[in-house]
């Protein structure tokens, strides 16, 4: 095996990764370093090629691909080395990783290494959807590969699972594809989805809502059909009759989990809320010289909020690099249900003032909560929201930060 | 004039495949005949991949001796052949003061089946070798020749074995009708194609009782008992070390929590009697009575991921052993009722089967140049092609990742559909390279996996993903896996 160098190794070319290394490169570090296992750089926006990215970054509306080849043109022309079919294969040991391109097996060591490797959606059986195992099940991403990457036939008649933001992304795909959309079935009470303020996608949910049945409070019992679906057999899930509605494709959407292979391989302390690694405000996970960002740090934000933390974890990496000290003591944040999960999870001495809020989703609808933190009898901090809605992100005010005794119990989020 | 075929062996499971690979070894001409467009596609490819010594079987039944006769065999196999293995042991767990007082009588079993190193050990030994194992064990027995298997390699080893040395594999050839005439026996398929042979082997799995009744017999009834299981992510595999075996009942050898050759973690089967022989659906019932096994036996296992739910059909009969028969008159074996133990047992029935058909007058010849066969790793004991710098060397597309779950490279992709028996439907690429078999179930290379497929073999992808006219027994078996 051959052994290189860089300063800063990244992993994951989408735009957590690719904002994290063009800061790099803009705060003067000579050599970033990012390797991605996909032919080409670009990350999930690569595949998403309907609108709704770069407001915030790009200030204009962009398609997934125009935004995804934004960020690889700049990083490209601020001197980033970026690495196409390059698999993350472990850990050579503290500071280095072990690839896999067509090129060979190797080992690429760097002072620092910063993780973005995304998320993904679970698959039906992750989710125990029983049935048989016919063909045209899919998640939003694998319908996108197969529609717009690919170029391969779908079907007619879809059903979609799941009544969050990334649904809609199903919804304009299947359309797209010229599929009708029988139905969407959501287990929660009501639909998920925000009212985006910018006018395109607004309408489109508007459109959506208007044209497809929102089946909620139900659940998928059972896949039909054994080669090609056939349909889905749905019921309440608070029981009740049950009723097929025919379909030859089902797309699964969101229910995300990080691809956290390489975080767990590297034995980092992982978050039982996130199921991605811990980390604090500056994006250090439990070991030394190690990153994370992005939605591999908890399902999912936007494109813009993944990139914006890419941008700041470079901040705290090249302090890093300039010999600022890894904190010795870090005090986990925990979330308490039905808050499923709160970001970061966990503390540092040089992070507590306080200017960045918390961010938490929660598992069920939730009316006129008080989220309470505390730690051990002390609350700390009450903010009170009007409606909770799962598959939404709330922030969490941070003026309680300076309050935590470090040394103290984990702080615990909680509805009081 | 078609030619007449010495053996024709009905069913491309571990049994027919095995009995395939056995005769090859003899100046024989065989025809391996298969109603799926794959070999293994039957209870092969969804079981528990356990690789039993028979500790536990019946003393003095057929099934006993085969197992052990079996397993003498597949020790020298399995490595020559590259069928991925682990040697870990079995440990099976008394949860009650019942279970427990039942462990002498097991233990007496296993040494008179001639499983002689098990051994009976304390609850203290048990949480020693199983720390995270749930509280409340009384004890246990500790099998250490009990080991896994890969499924899908084994009968495809066989068959590929069989192949090289001249044995014809006819796919999509669903027996449908037997007549026997001066010493020939024809074998006509649903489409009307023939085969004539002189010796017939019935290794029909869940349908061996239809072929035995087409030759005459109603020697036994296969009722399709389903057992569910739920694959766990890889990040379980280090939960526990051993197969964990509960105390089997007459009925069933139980719910157990074993790894697999691939590193993932195996909870199942269920045992449930249906009427259909194609039900390999999961259910709702079932995953839930597994949940609730699975939390009682390994806390932790309930925090990991589910990569994968399947179900598979054994072979019950209203007997307690399998049903094979040889009917010398008619020159006929029946090989049915390989209930549960049929992977780990398919050499010795093979080895046995051999021997019916010689005392049935047919003529064993060696041959001297028997070729060997040595099959791609898919296992996570052994190097796989992404680690192998000096392959990918030689070949780059063997470190071009197309499946990332499982690392699985263009190069083992194209090395499956191009080889001697060749990949031709999705079900089949799983199978033989564990492309679409990791944690996102192929949701990142499925399209992939479909343009490389449509592509090298020329198939429409319409007829890869079932879109379009689904034969009567179509390519891609969306049911067991
Ligand atoms: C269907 C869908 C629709 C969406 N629609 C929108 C939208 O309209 N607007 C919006 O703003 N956001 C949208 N998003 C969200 C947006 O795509 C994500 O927020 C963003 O991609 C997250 O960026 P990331 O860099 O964290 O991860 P990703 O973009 O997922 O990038 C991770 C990269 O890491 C690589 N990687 C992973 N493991 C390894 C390894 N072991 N070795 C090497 N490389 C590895 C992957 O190949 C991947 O390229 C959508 C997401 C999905 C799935
Ligand atoms: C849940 C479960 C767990 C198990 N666990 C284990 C284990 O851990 N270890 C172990 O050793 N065993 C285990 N078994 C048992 C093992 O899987 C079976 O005994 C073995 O696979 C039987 O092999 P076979 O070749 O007899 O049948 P099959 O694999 O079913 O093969 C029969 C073949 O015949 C073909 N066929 C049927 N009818 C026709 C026809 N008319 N014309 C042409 N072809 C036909 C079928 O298509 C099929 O391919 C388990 C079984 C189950 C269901």
Redo the contacts between chains.
């Keep these: 095996m051959t052994a290189e160098r860089t300063d800063v190794l990244i992993v994951g070319a989408g735009p957590a990764g690719l904002s994290a290394a063009l800061e790099l490169k803009r705060l003067g570090v000579p050599r970033v370093t990012v390797v991605d296992r996909e032919p080409q750089p670009g990350g999930m926006p690569r595949l998403c090629h309907h609108t709704g990215f770069g407001v915030w970054d790009f200030h204009r509306m962009l398609s997934g691909p125009q935004y995804a080849r934004r960020y690889v043109r700049l990083a490209e022309a601020a001197g980033v080395e970026i690495r196409t079919e390059t698999t993350v294969t472990g850990w050579a040991d503290d500071h280095a990783l072990t690839l896999t391109s067509p090129a060979g097996t190797g080992v690429l060591q760097s002072d620092a290494i910063l993780l973005a490797t995304g998320v993904r959606e679970r698959p039906r059986s992750a989710r125990l959807t029983p049935g048989y195992r016919p063909r045209g099940v899919f998640t939003t991403g694998s319908l996108q590969r197969f529609v717009d990457e690919r170029h391969l036939p779908v079907g007619k008649r879809a059903v979609i699972v799941g009544a969050e933001e990334v649904s809609l992304s199903a919804f304009m795909t299947l359309t797209g594809a010229g599929l009708e959309v029988a139905a969407i079935v959501t287990e929660l009470p009501r639909h998920q989805m925000n009212y985006f303020p910018y006018a395109p996608v607004k309408w489109l949910l508007v459109d959506m809502l208007h044209r497809v049945p929102v089946l909620t409070a139900a659940r998928v019992e059972r896949i039909l059909g054994r080669f090609r679906v056939e349909g889905v057999e749905v019921s309440p899930v608070a029981g009740g009759e049950r009723r097929v509605i025919p379909c030859d494709t089902v797309v699964f959407t969101g229910d995300w989990i990080p691809e956290h292979e390489v975080a767990r391989s590297g034995e980092l302390r992982m978050d039982a809320g996130t199921r991605g690694p811990q980390v604090d405000f500056a994006f250090r996970t439990s070991r030394a010289g190690i990153f994370a960002a992005g939605n591999l740090l908890r399902g999912a934000e936007t494109a813009a909020t993944s990139a914006a933390e890419g941008r700041r974890a470079a901040g705290w990496i090249a302090r890093f690099l300039q010999g600022a000290p890894w904190p010795k003591v870090r005090l986990p944040v925990v979330a308490e249900p039905p808050i499923k999960w709160v970001f970061p999870n966990a503390l540092s001495a040089d992070t507590l003032r306080g200017e960045q809020p918390l961010t938490f989703r929660t598992a069920d609808f939730v009316e006129n909560a008080v989220v309470q933190v505390s730690q051990g009898n002390d609350v700390l901090y009450r903010q009170s929201f009007r409606y909770l809605t799962p598959n939404r992100t709330f922030r969490l005010d941070a003026a309680w930060l300076p309050r935590v005794a470090l040394r103290g119990e984990p702080v615990r989020i909680r509805v009081a | 004039m078609h030619p007449v075929y010495d053996v024709a062996i009905i069913g491309a499971g571990a049994v027919g495949t095995a009995v395939a690979r056995e005769l090859s070894r003899y100046h024989l001409k065989i025809i391996l005949l298969e109603a799926k467009a794959d070999v293994g596609m039957g209870t092969t490819k969804a079981n528990t991949a356990i690789w039993h010594t028979g500790f536990d079987a019946k003393p003095g039944t057929l099934e006993a001796r085969l197992l052990r006769r079996s397993y003498a065999l597949m020790e020298k196999f399995v490595p020559e052949a590259g069928i991925p293995t682990e040697p870990l042991g079995g440990l099976l767990v008394a949860w009650t003061e019942d279970q427990y007082h039942t462990l002498p009588s097991l233990l007496e079993r296993a040494h008179t089946n001639g499983v002689t190193d098990v051994r009976i050990i304390s609850a203290e030994d048990v949480y020693r070798l199983e720390p995270r194992l749930n509280a409340g064990a009384w004890g246990g027995l500790f099998v250490p020749g009990e080991s896994l298997l890969c499924p899908f390699t084994l009968p495809l080893a066989f068959a590929t074995q069989a192949v090289i040395n001249g044995a014809e594999l006819r796919l999509n050839f669903r027996v449908q009708g037997i007549a026997l005439e001066d010493g020939i026996t024809r074998i006509v398929s649903e489409d009307g194609q023939t085969v004539a042979a002189r010796y017939l082997v019935n290794a029909a799995g869940l349908y061996s009782d239809e072929i035995d009744r087409m030759l005459g017999h109603h020697d036994f009834t296969v009722t399709p008992r389903r057992g569910e299981l ?1 694959v766990y992510d890889k ?1 379980a595999r280090t939960l526990i070390n051993h197969i964990i075996l509960p105390v089997p009942t007459p009925i069933t050898k139980g719910v157990l929590i074993s790894p697999t050759v691939y590193g993932n973690i195996l909870l199942g089967p269920t045992a449930e009697d249906l009427d259909d022989k ?1 039900n ?5 019932q ?2 839930e009575m597994l949940l609730e096994k699975g939390r009682a036996i390994l806390p932790d296992l309930m ?1 990991e ?6 179900a598979g059909l054994r072979a019950a009969t209203e007997h307690k052993d399998y049903q094979i028969r040889l009917h010398a008159g008619q020159r006929y074996v029946c090989a049915g009722g390989i209930r549960s133990t049929g992977v780990s047992a398919a050499m010795g029935i093979a080895d046995y089967i051999g021997g019916l058909l010689s005392e049935a007058g047919l003529e064993l010849r060696p041959k001297d140049n028997f070729l060997p066969v040595h099959m791609p790793n898919i296992g996570q004991a052994a190097p796989r092609p ?4 000096e392959r ?2 030689q070949n ?2 063997y ?3 197309v499946c ?1 779950c499982e ?1 699985v490279s263009l190069g083992e992709i194209l090395d499956a559909i191009h080889a001697p028996i060749p990949a031709r439907t ?1 079900d089949g690429l799983r199978r033989r390279t564990r492309a679409m078999q990791g ?6 290379c ?3 996996i ?2 490389i497929l449509a592509r090298e073999t020329g198939q429409d ?2 007829v890869l ?3 379009e006219k ?1 034969p009567a027994d ?1 390519a ?4 067991q ?1």
């Design positions: 739920i990040f194609t390999t659906a999961t259910s709702r079932g995953l925090k991921e589910v990569t994968a739910t399947y992404y680690q192998q710098p990918i060397a780059p597309d470190g071009r990742i990332h690392k999705l944690r996102c179930q192929g949701f990142n499925q399209a992939h479909v343009d992808p319409r993903l079932a879109l689904f179509p891609d078996d969306g049911g896996s």
